[in-house]
C-alpha cells in the first residue's frame, strides 16, 4: 500500500510512499521506548548539544527543504523559507531549554527532605496537519527530546515529505536512530499511534473533529493530551485605529497560505463609524491579490493543499453567498497550465445575518466574513461569539480600550495593533474548541516533563509515615 502525495500547483503527482502497516507502528514505537531510556540517562547538556546543532544542519539545506515545501504545500516560498528557519530556531531553543530544567526542595518540619524531580514522561506522540509541515515536525520533536523523551511523529498524509528529510537531519546530528520515528498515512496510522499501549504523551495540532476522536481514544488508557485545535479568531478594530496598517494585517492574516492557518483572523469585527473606510481598504487590497504559482515572483496566494479543501472552500463561499454579500474577490489564475491545481479565490463577505455559518465555522480557506459594532460592550460580545478561542486581533490607539478589550476577548492569544507574530519563547494554544495544553516556552518544560515528588526521613527516631488517627 502507498501514499500518494500531491502538488497542489497542478495538482499533479509529487512522490509515492509507503504506508506505515500498524505492525510497522508498533515495532517503531517500541524501539522508540527503548532508546528513550538511553536517552534520558545522558547528561542535558549533551542531549541539549546534539538537539542544537541540528539548528546548523537544517540552515545549511534551507532552500532544499522550503522549495520541497512549497511544491508540496502550494506555500510562497517566502513563508516556507520563514518557516524553515523558525524550524532551525526551535532547535536552537530547545537545545538550549535541555539543561535548565530543574526541580524545587520544599520547606516542611526539619524531619524531612523534600524535592521534585522533573521526569520526561518517555514517549511522546506528535501528530501534526498539514499546514505548516516542517515546522510542526520541529516543534514537536525538539522540546520532546530536549526534556528527555523520544518522539514518535505522524505527519499529515498528504505532506509528509520535509518530515522525512528531517529525520535524516537528525541522524546527521548524532541524535540515536531509533528515538524519533516518523510514520506515514492518515486517519488509521494516527489512530494506531494514539492506541498503542507504548505512547505516553500526545501532543495533537490538526482539527477540532479529529481532537475529540484523539481524546476519546486516549481517554481509555489516561494518556495525557494536549490539543491545538481550530479557530475563528475575530480582528477587531475600533474608531480609533490606524486603519491602513490594519488592512495590510487583515488582508495577510486571513489570506496568506491560501487561509490555511489555525489564527486566520477571518471575522472582521469594525465599529460603524469605520466600516465603510476599511471594507474599502480591504476591497481594493483583495482585489489587487495575485493567485497562482507560488514559484512565480508576483504571486501573493498559492493553491489550498488537496481537492478536497478546496470544494470545501468553494462550497463554503457558494453557500455564503446566498446569505451576504461579495464586497471583493480576487481573480482566479489564468495560466491554462495550473487548470488542475487546487485554487481558491480570496473572497471578503459582508451584511451577514447573525447566524450565517461563516461567522461560526472554521473555513480553513482565504474567507474574510464582516460584522459591525456599535460599542465597547458589543464589539466583546460579537468577538466572543464562537465556541473557538484561538487569537484575537485589536486595534486601537486606545491603550486603555486595547487592555480592557485584552482582558475580555476569550481567545489564548490576543495581538493588539499587531497580528500572526509568534515565537517559540512565547506559550501558544486555545480555549474552547481551539483546545487545551500549551506549547512554547517555559510551558514546553511542563508539557513534556511532570515532576515526581521525593520524601526522605531525616529524623531517626520519626514515625514512619502518618500515625492512625492523623
Ligand atoms: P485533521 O484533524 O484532519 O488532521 C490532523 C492530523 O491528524 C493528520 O496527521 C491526520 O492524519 C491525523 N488524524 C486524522 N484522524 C485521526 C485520528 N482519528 N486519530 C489520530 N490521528 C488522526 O486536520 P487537518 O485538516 O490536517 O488540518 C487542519 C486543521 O488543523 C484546522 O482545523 C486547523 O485550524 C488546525 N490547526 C491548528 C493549529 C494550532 O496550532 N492550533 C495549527 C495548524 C492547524
Known amino acids: 500500500m502507498t501514499q500518494v ?33 538511553e536517552w534520558a540517562r545522558r547528561h542535558p547538556s549533551e542531549r541539549g548539544r546534539l538537539i542544537a546543532s541540528v539548528a546548523g544542519i537544517i540552515e ?21 523559507r520563514r518557516e524553515v528557519l523558525r524550524a532551525a530556531g526551535s532547535f536552537r531553543y530547545y537545545g538550549g531549554w535541555a539543561d535548565k530544567v530543574v526541580g524545587e526542595m520544599i520547606p516542611m518540619d526539619g524531619d524531612h527532605l523534600i524535592y521534585t524531580s522533573p521526569e520526561p514522561y518517555g514517549v511522546a506522540a506528535g501528530i501534526i496537519p498539514w499546514n505548516v509541515p516542517f515546522f510542526f515536525a520541529a516543534k514537536k520533536i525538539a522540546p520532546a527530546l530536549a526534556f528527555g523523551n523520544a518522539c514518535v511523529l505522524k505527519p499529515a498524509e498528504d505532506t509528509p ?46 482539527s477540532d473533529a479529529t481532537g475529540r476522536a484523539i481524546a476519546r481514544s486516549a481517554a ?56 465603510r473606510a476599511l471594507v474599502d481598504l480591504l476591497a481594493e487590497r483583495v482585489r489587487g491579490l495575485t493567485v497562482g504559482d507560488p514559484f512565480e515572483s508576483g504571486t501573493d496566494v498559492g493553491p489550498q493543499i488537496t481537492s478536497l479543501q478546496r470544494d470545501k472552500t468553494l462550497a463554503f463561499i457558494e453557500e455564503t453567498s446566498k ?7 480576487a481573480s482566479m489564475p489564468g495560466n491554462p497550465a495550473l487548470s488542475g491545481g487546487f485554487y481558491v479565490p480570496p473572497t471578503i463577505f459582508d451584511d451577514l445575518p447573525p447566524d450565517a455559518r461563516v461567522l461560526r465555522d472554521e473555513v480553513f480557506g482565504p474567507v474574510l466574513a464582516v460584522t459591525t459594532f456599535d460599542d465597547d460592550e ?40 499587531t497580528y500572526r507574530v509568534l515565537s517559540e519563547l512565547v506559550p501558544f494554544g486555545g480555549i474552547g474548541l481551539s483546545g487545551y495544553g500549551r506549547e512554547n516556552g517555559t510551558e514546553a518544560a511542563r508539557l513534556y516533563t511532570r515532576p515526581k515528588s521525593v520524601w526522605t526521613s531525616l529524623a531517626p527516631g520519626a514515625p514512619a509515615g502518618f500515625t492512625m488517627g492523623q
Open 323 to 329: 446569505v451576504g454579500k461579495v464586497v471583493a474577490q
Open 220 to 275: 481509555e488508557r489516561l494518556v495525557p493530551v494536549a490539543m491545538e485545535l481550530g479557530g475563528k479568531s475575530p480582528q477587531v478594530v475600533f474608531q480609533d485605529a490606524d486603519l491602513e496598517k490594519a488592512a495590510d494585517a487583515i488582508t495577510l492574516g486571513v489570506f496568506a497560505s491560501c487561509g490555511q492557518m489555525c489564527i486566520a483572523g477571518s471575522r472582521l469585527v469594525v465599529h460603524r463609524s469605520v466600516h
Open 60 to 80: 545549511s539545506r534551507v532552500e532544499e527543504i522550503a522549495e520541497l515545501e512549497s511544491r508540496n504545500t502550494g506555500k510562497l516560498l517566502s513563508d516556507t
Open 161 to 206: 515529505l520535509t518530515a522525512l528529510l528531517l529525520k535524516d537531519m537528525l541522524r546527521s546530528a548524532g541524535i540515536p536512530e531509533d528515538l524519533v520515528q516518523v510514520f506515514i498515512g492518515g486517519r488509521e496510522v494516527g489512530e494506531a499511534v494514539v492506541a498503542s499501549p507504548n505512547v505516553d504523551l500526545i501532543v495533537f495540532t490538526g
Open 5 to 37: 502525495v500531491y502538488s497542489p500547483i497542478e495538482g499533479s503527482v509529487l512522490r509515492e510512499l509507503p504506508l506505515t502497516t500498524a505492525a510497522e507502528v508498533e515495532v517503531g514505537i517500541s524501539a522508540a521506548r527503548a532508546a528513550q531510556v
Open 378 to 417: 458589543e464589539a466583546v460580545e460579537l468577538a466572543n461569539r464562537t465556541d473557538f478561542g484561538l487569537a484575537a486581533g485589536i486595534w486601537t490607539s486606545d491603550i486603555g480600550r486595547a487592555h480592557r478589550m485584552a482582558a475580555a476577548v476569550r481567545a489564548g492569544t490576543v495581538w493588539i495593533n
